[in-house]
């Protein structure tokens, strides 16, 4: 079930450089907002199926540090 929650959680993070990618001209501002409200849906996801806020919170945060290495990464490399 923990392996399900981090592919989904990683297929929110996924979501989220997508529509930031989309959205260069945005301000800063705005992207910030957009950051907050797919952290929190992540969070909101996780803390439905692990039914604890704490382990919920590591987590999401585990994940987001998951898909920022790699995502660093793959822009290192690939561009």
Known sequence: MR???YGIQLTIWS???T????SKRDQVTAKVILFF???YLAYGIA???IQSKKQAFLVTCSTLAIFLFGYECW???VF
Do not use: I, N, T
């Not at 529509?19 to 989309?22: Q, R």
């Open 3 to 5: 392996l399900l929650l």
């Open 15 to 17: 979501s989220y450089a």
């Open 19 to 22: 529509v930031e990618m989309l």
């Open 37 to 39: 409200v797919f952290a």
């Open 47 to 49: 803390e439905m199926k």
């Open 75 to 77: 822009m290192l490399f």
